[in-house]
């Protein structure tokens, strides 16, 4: 019997704190991820971020970020998570660079990625994106585009 290999991209957003038992599993079958994270919005420990459905949602902390994300890939999700089509250039430059070079500082590797905010962008922001040195983007609006896109912005 022959297999055949599949390719799964995922990513996850956000550095919730779910991320920490969704590493192990990943890691207990030998799976590759990406988490595309907020660099300004973690703060030391972990802290209740938001409410989906009646369930809070907690944002991880600096302290256990190192720890949960180890052996996968992180890619950049901004500073702090804004409509980035909305900001005048310098802003959306500032959210770009400052939020990969945090990440690339904290984890100690190159932050290559990036996910859109809310899956939204714009010809400023995938300038932006080349300009900070990031190789490719995702989005979460469904794109007709054969996979991988011939533009990996």
Excluded at 131 to 151: E, I, S
Aim: aromatic fraction near 10%.
């Amino acid at each position: 019997m022959n297999k055949k290999m599949m390719t799964v991209v995922q990513c996850w957003d956000d550095g919730v704190g779910s991320d920490a038992r969704l590493a192990e599993i990943l890691r207990r079958h030998q799976a590759r991820a990406s988490f595309n994270l907020n660099a300004n919005l973690h703060v030391a420990r972990r802290s209740a971020a938001w409410k989906f459905m009646e369930t809070e949602v907690t944002r991880l902390g600096w302290d256990e970020m190192a720890s949960v994300y180890d052996g996968f890939t992180i890619a950049n999700h901004s500073l702090t998570h804004p409509h980035l089509e909305q900001l005048a250039p310098d802003a959306i430059a500032l959210e770009i660079q400052e939020g990969r070079a945090r990440l690339q500082q904290f984890f100690g590797q190159p932050v290559l990625g990036f996910a859109y905010p809310f899956g939204s962008y714009s010809p400023a922001v995938i300038a932006a994106l080349r300009t900070a040195g990031h190789l490719y983007a995702r989005t979460t609006k469904n794109v007709t585009q054969p996979f991988p896109p011939d533009d990996p912005m």
